[in-house]
Every structure is written in structure tokens, then in C-alpha cells.
């Protein structure tokens, strides 16, 4: 099953001031990662308005810190406490997200690792020598290194269970 997600950023302090629509598209999630569509850019920040699937359109706004989250989401720093969330290690240093919902960057951090802990969902790379993205659907225990000049645009949680640690 094809996935679509229509997003539409407006760009301000942050970017060019243009307003820039893309669309992806992503296998079902029996698939490890997908090449994604043509799109756009993404150097505007963006907020989903609920923490529903990439399936369905969303309504998208600026924020003037560069980096938006949808309501439930959270990143915090890696403690033994979360252990179970998400762990990212980037250019920017390391960083857990836990809860469902979305967490997306405006300038997106170059990723070294990724480790589900005991989350699903999706993420989102920009490889930059190829010009090309993928969405990357993730389960309990998935974990993966990337090359350098691969970015992290967005990660979508939709859940968790279980007691995978990173």
C-alpha cells in the first residue's frame, strides 16, 4: 500500500520567506525504507496539528525556534531513564524523543545513528551526495547507522511496547 503525505510550509525568519508545498510517498510498513518522491525543500520549520499518520494531509505553520514537535512528543536529553525511547546521535549531539506524535527540523541535523528502543513509527533522510529522500519505517529494537551527509528531517512516532532499550 502507497503512502502519501501532503505537506505545505511557510517559510519566514528561517527560510526565504516562499511557501513550499511537497509530497512523499512511502511503502507499507513491511518495508525497511522507500525512496521518497520529488520534493521541494525543507527549510521551513513545521508543526503538525495532531500526531495522525503521514497518510492523511496536515495543516502546517512556522515556529521561531526551528525545530516543531506535535503536541504529545517530547525530546529530552538520553538518561538511563530513556533507555527505552528513541536515540538519535548527530552533528548536533545526542538526543531521545519519546511519546507519539511528530518532531521535525528546520534545518535538519546530519544523523550518525538511529535506535528505535521500544518505539514504531517513521523517519525521515535527505541523503545530500544524492539528492534523495527516504522514509524509514522503524519497530521495537530496529536500530542503524548511516554514512556521513545523511540527514534527519523528521521523526514520526506512532507508539511503543514492549522493554527494547537503546
Known amino acids: 500500500m502507497v503512502r502519501f503525505r501532503a505537506r505545505a510550509a511557510a517559510a519566514g525568519m528561517l527560510a526565504l520567506g516562499v511557501v ?7 511503502a507499507s510498513p513491511a518495508s525497511a525504507a522507500t525512496p521518497a518522491s520529488t520534493r521541494v525543500a525543507t527549510s521551513a520549520a513545521t508543526a503538525r496539528t495532531d500526531s495522525s499518520s503521514p497518510a492523511s494531509a496536515q495543516a502546517l505553520h512556522l515556529s521561531g525556534n526551528g525545530v516543531t514537535a506535535s503536541p504529545d512528543i517530547e525530546k529530552e536529553s538520553c538518561t538511563t531513564s530513556r533507555a527505552t525511547w528513541v536515540h538519535a546521535y548527530t552533528d ?8 507519539a506524535g511528530i518532531y521535525e527540523w528546520s534545518v535538519p541535523p546530519e544523523i550518525y545513528t538511529f535506535c528505535a528502543g521500544n518505539n514504531y513509527g517513521y523517519y525521515e533522510l535527505y541523503y545530500e551526495p544524492t539528492g534523495k529522500y527516504t522514509v524509514v ?3 521495537q529494537g530496529f536500530g542503524l547507522d548511516y554514512p556521513n551527509l545523511t540527514l ?10 514492549g522493554s ?3
Open 92 to 99: 548536533s549531539g545526542t538526543f531521545c524523543l519519546g511519546y
Open 20 to 26: 513550499l508545498t511537497t509530497a512523499l510517498a512511502s
Open 152 to 161: 534527519l528531517v523528521y521523526v514520526e512516532i506512532d507508539g511503543w511496547s
Open 164 to 166: 527494547d532499550k537503546c
Open 137 to 139: 519505517h522503524f519497530t
